[in-house]
C-alpha cells in the first residue's frame, strides 16, 4: 500500500466516525434545540444591532473593534492539520522518508477549509458591527475577508513546517496554535488603529513576509530532518480534541470518563443523601452530581445559558433561554434513567419501574432548581428585584415542572413500546 493510498484509507475512517457521531448528534430532538438556538441567536444579533445604533458611536468604536478581534481571534484558532499518522508508523512506515511530506501537506490543505468557511462566517456577522463604527468602503472589507483566509493558510502551514527541522531555534518547543492566534489579534488590532486603506496595507505586508518566510521554508524541508515524534504527538492532540468535543453530546466508547469528587457539591450532596427514598434516587444522584461525565453536562449548560443570560434584557429571551437550557439537559440526561439496568445489584433485587423513573424525576427536580437558582441570581444583575425577574423565575420553574412530568414520563412509554417490540 502506497502512502497515498494510506492517507486515502485513514481519511474515509476519520470521515464514518464524523458522520457516525454527527448522525447521532444530530438527531431529532437535538435539530429541535438546534432550530431554537439559531433562532434566538438571530433575534438576539438583531437586537444588538438595534440597540448600537442607538448609541453614540464615537465611545463605541474601540470596544467593538477590541470585540470583533477578539471574536475573530477565536475562530481563527479552530482547527488543526489532519496528519493522520499512528505511534506503530515509527516502527513500519518511518522509512518511506520524503514521501510523507505530501502525505501531511494534503492533510493540511484538506483540514484548514472549514476553518476558512467558518472564520469567514464569523467575519460576515461581524462586519454590520464593524460597519457602525468604521467608514469602510466595501472594498476594505472584501480586502480583510482575502487576508483572513490569506492569514488562516500561512497558519496551518506554519503549522506544517513545525514537522521540519529548519535549524531556527529548539524545535521541541515550536510555536503553538496559541502563538499564531495571539499575534493574529495584535496585527488585527495594530491594523485596526490606522486609518484606511493604512491598517489594510499594514496587515498585507505582514502577511507577504510571512508568505516569503513560507515559501523559504518549503524549499529547505527537504533537506532537513522530519520530526516524527512531533506528528504524532499533535495528531493524538487533534484526536483526543475531536473526541472530546463528541463526549460532550454523545457517549465515545473509547474514552473513560473519570469520577472524581467535586467538592463544591459536596454540602449539597450531604443534605440530599438523608432525604432519598430508595437506592435509584440515590444512585441517580450520586452519578448525576459527582461522575465527571454527567455532573459535566448540565453544569456546562448551566454556565452556558448563565453567560447568555447576562447580555439579555427582554423576558420572552430570558424565558427563551431558560427553556433551551432545561431542555438541552432533560434530552441529554434521560437515557441515564437505564444506566444502572444491567448492574449485577439491580438484577439481584429488581425494583418496578415506575419506581425508577419517580426517582429520576425527582433528581431532575434538584438539578432545574439549581439550574433555575443560578439563572435567576444572573439575570438579577440585569433585572435587579422586579415583577420581570419574579415572572421570568416563574415561566423558568413552570417550563421545568412541564419537562420533568410531561416529557420524562413520555419518553418511557416510548421506550417501553421499543422494549416490547423487541
Not at 484558532?77 to 522518508?97: C, I, M, N, Q, V
Not at 472589507?141 to 503549522?159: D, P, Q, R, S
Request: aromatic fraction near 16%.
Amino acid at each position: 500500500m502506497t502512502l497515498a493510498q494510506l492517507w486515502q484509507k485513514r481519511l474515509s475512517h476519520f470521515l464514518n466516525e464524523l458522520g457516525k457521531y454527527g448522525r447521532l448528534i444530530f438527531n431529532d430532538h437535538f435539530s429541535i434545540i438546534l432550530f431554537m438556538m439559531l433562532g434566538f441567536g438571530a433575534f438576539f444579533y438583531q437586537d444588538q444591532l438595534v440597540k448600537l445604533q442607538a448609541m453614540d458611536l464615537a465611545t463605541l468604536k474601540w470596544p467593538v473593534l477590541l470585540s470583533a478581534s477578539l471574536v475573530l481571534a477565536l475562530f481563527f484558532h479552530l482547527g488543526r492539520p489532519l496528519l493522520l499518522t499512528l505511534d506503530p508508523d515509527k516502527s513500519y512506515l518511518f522509512a518511506r522518508g520524503k514521501e510523507w511530506q505530501a502525505y501531511w501537506l494534503k492533510g493540511t490543505i484538506l483540514a484548514v477549509v472549514l476553518p476558512i468557511i467558518l472564520l469567514l462566517v464569523m467575519y460576515a456577522l461581524m462586519s454590520p458591527f464593524i460597519s457602525l463604527v468604521t467608514a469602510w468602503s466595501d472594498g476594505v472589507f472584501i480586502a480583510y475577508a482575502v487576508c483572513l483566509v490569506w492569514a488562516k493558510l500561512i497558519n496551518f502551514l506554519l503549522m506544517y513546517l513545525n514537522i521540519f527541522d529548519l535549524g531556527l531555534g529548539k524545535v521541541e518547543k515550536p510555536l503553538k496554535q496559541g502563538h499564531h492566534t495571539l499575534a493574529f489579534v495584535l496585527v488585527l488590532l495594530v491594523s485596526f488603529a490606522f486609518s484606511q486603506p493604512i491598517g489594510l496595507i499594514f496587515m498585507s505586508v505582514v502577511l507577504v513576509l510571512l508568505t516569503a518566510y513560507v515559501g523559504w521554508a518549503m524549499t529547505r524541508r527537504e533537506q532537513q530532518l522530519m520530526q516524527f515524534n512531533y506528528v504524532i504527538e499533535q495528531e493524538e492532540i487533534r484526536t483526543a480534541t475531536f473526541y472530546k468535543w463528541i463526549a460532550i453530546f454523545a457517549d465515545v466508547p473509547h474514552l473513560v470518563p473519570s469520577v472524581k469528587r467535586r467538592q463544591y457539591l459536596d454540602g449539597l450532596l450531604e443534605k440530599l443523601s438523608g432525604k432519598l427514598p430508595n437506592r435509584e434516587s440515590y444512585m441517580y444522584i450520586r452519578m448525576l452530581f459527582r461522575h465527571t461525565a454527567y455532573s459535566g453536562v448540565w453544569i456546562r449548560v448551566m454556565i452556558f445559558i448563565a453567560l447568555l443570560l447576562v447580555l439579555v434584557d427582554k423576558l420572552w429571551m430570558a424565558a427563551a433561554l431558560g427553556f433551551i437550557g432545561h431542555l438541552l439537559t432533560v434530552v441529554q440526561l434521560v437515557p441515564l434513567i437505564h444506566y444502572y439496568d444491567a448492574h449485577p445489584f439491580q438484577m439481584l433485587y429488581p425494583i418496578k419501574m415506575s419506581n425508577q423513573y419517580q426517582a429520576f424525576q425527582k433528581t431532575m427536580l434538584i438539578i432545574f432548581f439549581v439550574q433555575t437558582l443560578v439563572y435567576a441570581l444572573v439575570w438579577v444583575l440585569v433585572q435587579s428585584f422586579s415583577l420581570t425577574w419574579l415572572t421570568a423565575i416563574g415561566i423558568w420553574l413552570i417550563l421545568a415542572l412541564l419537562l420533568i412530568y410531561i416529557y420524562i414520563p413520555a419518553w418511557s412509554r416510548k421506550q417501553a413500546k421499543k422494549i416490547n417490540r423487541f
